[in-house]
């Protein structure tokens, strides 16, 4: 049987910083944008149904810091950007077995930041049509290999913000009505 329940209490805080800036550059317009966040979650009470394994997956289960730098270009019918993506280091408890501590056996990931690099390049055939080629995650990085996948099969530490596929490569064609 399975219930929810409401058996830990939380304090969450953060910062979001997110700065643009826009200049003419090679005939057409340049755009700079940097996003910054931090945030800090911490469990301040739990109840026996909750082990030290979640608290600690609840309480550093995401990075603590995130942030990307995009510069993206205009220039008449073409357009175009690049981003570079920085996730921070998190810990993960792998399938959730919520039960084990590090201590006494369980399954813990420390999990090392990351950089990836997105890109896209776009042309407007006319008022409805554009086309796009791009990529996410260009260079095909990967999150950092764990050592309990031959225990639990998983090459890579399922919950990665920046996802355990790696590059991820497209044609897109926008139709716009």
């Known amino acids: 049987m399975k219930y929810f329940t409401n058996d830990f209490d939380t ?19 340049t755009g700079l944008a940097f996003a910054y966040n931090w945030t800090d979650t911490a469990v301040d009470s ?14 550093r289960g995401l990075p ?8 993206n270009q205009n220039y008449g019918d073409w357009k175009g950007y690049v981003r570079i993506n920085h996730f921070g280091s998190f810990y993960e408890d792998h399938l959730d077995s919520g039960v084990l501590t590090a201590a006494d056996g369980g399954l813990p990931i420390e999990v090392g930041s990351a950089i990836t690099t997105d890109v896209e390049i776009s042309y ?27 225990v639990a099969g ?16 497209y044609v897109r064609l926008n139709y716009n009505f």
């Open 154 to 169: 998983s090459k890579y530490p399922t919950t990665a913000v920046m996802g355990i596929n790696g590059g991820f490569y």
């Open 11 to 29: 304090t969450t805080q953060g910062l979001d910083l997110v700065a643009n800036y826009s200049f003419d550059l090679w005939n057409g317009r």
């Open 46 to 59: 739990y109840s026996s149904n909750i082990s030290e394994a979640k608290v600690e997956q609840l309480e």
């Open 124 to 150: 407007s055939i006319n008022d409805s049509y554009e086309i796009s080629v791009g990529a996410q995650n260009l260079f095909d990085e990967y999150p950092d290999e764990h050592e309990w996948q031959g």
């Open 64 to 71: 603590k810091v995130r942030g990307s730098f995009t510069v």
